[in-house]
């Protein structure tokens, strides 16, 4: 099957913001108990954190990772986290039903996000709290000294502030199933006030505020229209949640599932820009997606989790080949949109719906849906370029029409070099790619073809067989006739 990539350097639908390959961290299962923080293990270093789990994130490369919740913070006291770690609290986490020790806490996370060469995104409980609690939880993190809470930070060891930039106002507040759910008036009132606030306090510091927790939701858009007419002019993104299923096994609509997510993020910048035009305002509102990933395999098992206990086994969603080139494609859709959506973290990092697994007291290892987003995070960053792809395409019931092939292009301008991204949703033919790049010259020269590929759509890795699905360097004799297999996630980078 013929497929014409036209894309050339003069037409740039944006520049990507690193951010966009950001992650998530809540205090759920074993994201960070037997994750990211387990003293007894082998490799844990010097404050408890797994050395083996640090090596993998960093590998990955997230200059953002969102912290400590989710669903978690809307019960969460800040306070109970910070100090002598023999002196704090254990507390019900209502959300998961679950015991929060809280040995893992403010300064532990700051510890590891330095360690791990990330950046906070801290989300403010707006569930069961309100502007007292977040206003002082900025001025213990951000203020330099000589206030109460800025030197009780100095008396619990951080000599200097965290200087956190980015914050969320709350989680999925729409939510029924969020303690402390609001409706919109309540919600985009408490935003707007709470966000005063913390910019009373600084000004440059970046406020999300919450949008819908996805698309179905009964009050999905007039939520995102409300909660902005509170907010508008206090906040500098809005955020979007948004995961993706395949219990029917329909490997053609699990494919096809990224035109929801294009879908879902062309309604909110439409209503972010009805509400600017409403306003009549200069300032444009930029999009954090900060919930996305897989996330089904795990929902009969967490039926049976015994409650209250820490740490337990929960969202361990073991990730199959199909679900690699979903995530690969549903990436393409984030960088599509980078004009507009700045932020995006995958949900979550270890272990609950995550790229990296690990067992408790054993190993660490990647999983399949590692692939993809290892490679967007290292080659995505720089220009996407307008494109039109030429390809067949596919009607699926639920999502339309769908093309067969799923193309982005990034170019980096300092280097002159090309990547494209591309998933083969056909299940039996190959894709004859030809590329059709005006204004990038003639002379540009594939150096490399990246492929994921298996035979078998349910393939994993595990403990025992944690390589079982891994990228592979495909060679090409012929460089002007390039075929890309059924059912495959690429990556072709060229030089001038
Ligand atoms: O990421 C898992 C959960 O999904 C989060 O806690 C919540 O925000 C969302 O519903």
């Known amino acids: 099957m013929k497929c014409t990539i036209h894309a050339s350097k003069q037409f740039v639908r944006g520049t990507v913001d690193p951010r966009l390959f950001g992650s998530f961290v809540e205090q759920l299962g074993r994201a960070v108990y037997g994750g990211v923080y387990e003293p007894d293990h082998p490799a844990a270093d010097e404050e408890g954190f797994r050395s083996d789990v640090m090596d993998l994130v960093r590998e990955l490369d997230v200059p953002v990772v969102r912290f400590p919740g989710g669903n ?185 599932c990224s035109a929801s997510m294009d879908a879902f993020i062309d309604t909110v910048v439409h209503v972010c820009d009805y509400v600017k035009a409403k306003k009549r305002s200069k300032k444009t509102m930029y999009l954090c997606f900060d919930e996305w990933n897989v996330w089904f395999h795990s929902h009969e098992k967490d039926k049976q989790q015994t409650p209250w206990i820490v740490g337990p086994s929960l969202l361990e969603d073991v990730y199959t080949f199909e679900d690699a080139l979903v995530v690969g494609c549903l990436l393409n859709s984030l960088l599509r949109h980078c004009d507009r959506v700045k932020i995006a973290c995958i949900a979550q990092l270890v272990n609950t719906i995550a790229p990296i697994m690990t067992e408790t007291g054993g190993k660490a290892w990647r999983q399949t849906i590692y692939w993809p987003f290892y490679y967007a995070s290292k080659y995505g960053r720089g220009e996407v370029l307008e494109s039109r792809v030429d390809v067949a395409s596919y009607e699926n019931r639920q999502y339309g029409t769908i093309p067969y092939a799923d193309a982005l292009v990034v170019h980096h301008p300092e280097t002159g070099e090309i990547d494209l991204f591309v998933v083969n949703r056909h299940e039996h033919e190959m894709l004859s790619l030809e590329l059709d790049l005006p204004g990038l010259g003639n002379s540009y020269m594939l150096v490399e073809h990246i492929v994921l590929e298996h035979e078998n759509l349910y393939a994993v890795n595990d403990a025992m067989n944690p390589e079982e699905v891994m990228p592979k360097q495909v060679l090409h004799a012929d460089t002007e006739n390039l075929q890309i297999a059924p059912l495959t996630w690429n990556l072709l980078r060229f030089h001038r």
């Not at 019900?92 to 996000?113: R, V």
């Open 72 to 256: 978690y913070v809307s019960n969460f006291n800040w306070e109970d986290s910070i100090g002598p770690k023999e002196n704090r609290p254990t507390r019900l986490d209502l959300a998961w039903k679950a015991l929060d020790p809280n040995q893992f806490g403010l300064q532990e996370f700051m510890h590891w996000s330095k360690k791990v060469g990330t950046e906070p995104m801290m989300v403010i409980n707006l569930g069961t709290r309100g502007l007292a609690e977040a206003k002082d939880l900025v001025e213990y993190c951000n203020h330099p000294g000589g206030s109460y809470l800025s030197d009780l930070r100095k008396s619990h060891g951080s000599e200097k502030p965290y200087d956190i930039k980015l914050w969320g106002l709350g989680n999925e507040m729409d939510g029924p199933w969020q303690v402390g759910h609001k409706s919109a008036e309540e919600y985009g009132r408490l935003a707007c006030e709470v966000g005063k606030a913390i910019k009373l306090f600084d000004p440059s510091l970046e406020l999300v505020a919450c949008g819908s927790s996805n698309s179905s939701m009964p009050t999905f858009p007039e939520w995102e229209e409300t909660v902005l007419d509170h907010t508008y002019e206090v906040v500098d993104y809005l955020s979007l949640h948004m995961y993706f299923r395949n219990e029917e096994k329909d490997i053609a609509t699990f494919l096809a």
